[in-house]
């Protein structure tokens, strides 16, 4: 079947917009993940859904970040008022249940000027 | 302490040789290891995991080494290819505890010359 799938999968943003980023998980994951990579960095947790609620949203970095989930399926995460060091690429994954093995999105590549 | 500690940052190998990557963790709550590997513009795949009751897994021509008592493991890619160019991440996971969140490593940018 379908993987995770991202999008958009490179945005270009001047700073101070809001930016919205869309995640689709595998069919039947119940859990959902997002992270960030900055260039050349490994992978910070940013916050973690199981089915529509999150129990984690300890790796938001300020509280311009935020994350719903739908239906128990679709993620959205969105950045207010962006800042040059948002620019990363943000990576969406899934599982099946909590603690079991994730599968990646593409990610989307953002850049804030 | 919530780290994982991956060396080298980048490694460069000639075809056919043995890149061996390295991590190191903290928390012993940790009990499943896996390894994931990522080509460019493509996001991580899971290539082998391990768990801390046996000390070696081998898939094909990757090979975890887990060292318990050092909490330490590493990966080795035997007969390299230059199809096996990526960036490798390890990452400790609470699986089967009720600790915590998965951590990742910072990655190693690998590259296999012809």
């Known amino acids: 079947g379908a993987g995770v799938s991202q999008s958009p999968s490179n945005k270009v943003t001047e700073k101070g917009k809001d930016v919205e980023l869309r995640c689709d998980p595998i069919?039947?994951?119940?859990?959902l993940y997002w992270y960030r990579q900055s260039l050349g960095q490994g992978l910070e947790f940013l916050i973690y859904?199981?089915?529509?609620?999150?129990?984690?949203k300890s790796g938001l970095p300020s509280d311009r970040f935020s994350a719903e989930r739908t239906g128990g399926s679709v993620s959205t995460l969105t950045i207010q008022r962006t800042q040059q060091e948002d620019s990363a690429v943000y990576l969406c994954?899934?599982?099946?249940?909590?603690?079991?093995?994730?599968?990646f999105g593409p990610g989307t590549r953002l850049l804030v000027l | 302490q919530q780290q994982v500690k991956q060396s080298p940052q980048s490694l460069i190998v000639q075809k056919g040789g043995i890149p061996i990557i390295n991590c190191a963790y903290e928390?012993?709550?940790?009990?499943?290891f896996p390894w994931y590997q990522q080509f460019p513009g493509k996001g991580p795949a899971l290539l082998i995991a391990?768990?801390?009751?046996?000390s070696e897994k081998k898939e094909g021509r990757f090979t975890i080494s887990f060292n318990k008592s050092a909490k330490q493991f590493s990966l080795h890619i035997m007969d390299s290819q230059p199809g096996d160019s990526a960036t490798y991440f390890c990452?400790?996971?609470?699986?089967?505890?009720?600790?915590?969140?998965?951590?990742f490593g910072s990655g190693t940018r690998l590259s296999i010359r012809p």
């Open positions: 391990i768990r801390p009751d046996v």
């Open positions: 994954a899934s599982s099946l249940s909590y603690q079991e093995t994730q599968y």
């Open positions: 069919s039947g994951h119940t859990a």
């Open positions: 859904f199981q089915g529509n609620s999150a129990p984690d």
């Open positions: 928390n012993t709550a940790f009990d499943y």
């Open positions: 990452a400790a996971d609470p699986r089967y505890s009720s600790a915590s969140k998965i951590i």
